[in-house]
Each structure stands twice: as structure tokens, then as C-alpha cells.
Nanobody, 118 residues
């Protein structure tokens, strides 16, 4: 059974940085596409960043140039570095995984709250 556990959320001020971590167990992240989603109150969950098994990355337009997804396959952990945070980044952030041969996200973490005050 694959488990994803996020950490690193918190309350910060606008302009600050945070690094979220997603520790995986039950599988090796090297065989998975990993993603970070977020869901703000009253809004749909949106994909913020993703990283393929070979390290290609993609980002939502709203975070390009400020957020960076990375993975440490040896630690079986995926990170989301968030810089120059804005209040609209306030949301619950979820880690997600799907096998490289699957088209849909299969596994989700429980989420970590990020709150950015103005």
C-alpha cells in the first residue's frame, strides 16, 4: 500500500518562503509521476506542479518562476519549494502520485495547510 505524508505547511507572511515535503512509503517514487495539488476554501483542487519519473517538471501559470518541485529518489521524498508567497497561495496542499503507465492520480496524501497572511 502506497502512503504519502506531507509536512512543512504553516503560517507565513506574504513574500516568505516555505518548503513542503512529501514522504512516500510502500513504493519507490522513481517509478511514479509526482504532483502537488492545492485546494483553497470554496475552490476546486488544482494542480500546482508535477514531476515525471525522469525529472521533467511542469507548473501552473500562477506559480511559474516562484515554485519548484524536486525529488530525492534516494529518500523517496518529493519537495515543493515555494518562494515569494502571496495570500492567494493559502490552501491545503496535497501530494499525489500515479504510476508512469497510469493516466490518473492513484494516491493522495492527507494534505498540509499553508496560510499566507498579507
Amino acid at each position: 500500500q502506497v502512503q504519502l505524508v506531507e509536512s512543512g505547511g504553516g503560517l507565513v507572511q506574504a513574500g516568505d518562503s516555505l518548503r513542503l515535503s512529501c514522504a512516500a512509503s510502500g513504493t519507490m517514487v522513481s517509478a511514479y509521476v509526482m504532483g502537488w495539488y492545492r485546494q483553497a476554501p470554496g475552490k476546486q483542487r488544482e494542480l500546482v506542479a508535477s514531476s515525471t519519473a525522469i525529472g521533467s517538471t511542469s507548473y501552473a501559470d500562477s506559480v511559474k518562476g516562484r515554485f519548484a518541485i524536486s525529488r530525492d529518489n534516494a529518500k523517496n521524498t518529493v519537495y515543493l519549494q515555494m518562494n515569494s508567497l502571496k495570500p492567494d497561495a493559502t490552501a491545503v496542499y496535497f501530494c499525489a502520485a500515479r504510476h508512469i503507465f497510469r493516466a490518473t492520480w492513484e494516491y493522495w496524501g492527507q494534505g498540509t495547510q499553508v496560510t499566507v497572511s498579507s
